[in-house]
């Protein structure tokens, strides 16, 4: 079974410039959500898609921040302008209906450079 | 908010020493999750807990949810290199409704050195 897909796996950009990351989760797996892990920290949840609707985005920045999944498949997560702040690895993870209820997979994810 | 703390940020063990870390919630969980991230990887499941009290256990990995299902345990027997990595806990956001599962608020990690 392919695991979630991300890319790219590396961005250099400068600020106020943009960046979008791309996502297909593991087949089947209605639910897709992107989480930000800075250096050090753990996986913070930005949004949660189930199919194609957006279930929570509370804690995405909207300003900068967009993200769409219009076909409930693949995602993609922009970031525009970006910050110095944004640097970080950008995650997928999507999760299936059975098996283990809770369980995430994630992707290798994208790491974001902001110079 | 709901925060997710764990103990210790490092832990440094030699190959074949115990190791255990611990996570505690500002909240009650209805379930915590355990993560390992290899350095330079990505996390992976490792196992859910969701019983007051349950305990259990995966080879020389052992876990605990507390009987308040406000902290939980991993507890690592006899260490050994493949162990190295990040160990996360994570629990449902709080009011996070009845699409929780894997919303999920994460601790900082414990890191992981195993000195062979």
């Known amino acids: 079974e392919a695991g979630v897909a991300q890319s790219p796996r590396y961005k250099i950009i400068e600020k106020r410039q943009s960046v979008a990351f791309w996502c297909n989760p593991i087949?089947?797996?209605?639910?897709l959500y992107w989480y930000q892990q800075i250096l050090g920290q753990g996986p913070k949840l930005l949004i949660q898609?189930?199919?194609?609707?957006?279930?929570?985005d509370s804690q995405l920045p909207k300003d900068r921040f967009s993200a769409e999944r219009l076909k409930g498949v693949d995602s993609t997560l922009k970031i525009q302008p970006a910050k110095l702040e944004d640097s970080a690895v950008y995650l997928c993870a999507s999760r299936g209906a059975g098996g283990r209820t809770g369980e995430l997979f994630f992707g290798e994810g994208s790491r974001l450079t902001v110079l | 908010g709901q925060q997710v703390m764990q103990i210790p940020q490092y832990q440094h063990v030699q190959e074949g020493e115990d190791f255990t870390t611990y996570c505690n919630s500002s909240?009650?969980?209805?379930?915590i999750q355990w993560y390992k991230q290899r350095p330079g990887g990505h996390p992976v499941f490792l196992i859910q807990?969701?019983?007051?009290?349950e305990v259990k256990k995966q080879k020389r990995l052992t876990f605990q949810f507390g009987e308040a299902k406000k902290n939980s345990s991993l507890h690592i027997t006899a260490t050994q290199t493949t162990d190295v990595g990040t160990y996360f806990c994570a629990g449902p956001r709080a009011n996070a409704g009845g699409t929780s599962y894997g919303k999920l608020t994460f601790g900082q990690g414990t890191i992981l050195t195993v000195h062979p």
């Open positions: 087949s089947g797996h209605a639910t």
């Open positions: 807990l969701v019983k007051s009290g």
């Open positions: 909240t009650t969980l209805s379930n």
């Open positions: 898609f189930q199919n194609n609707g957006v279930v929570d």
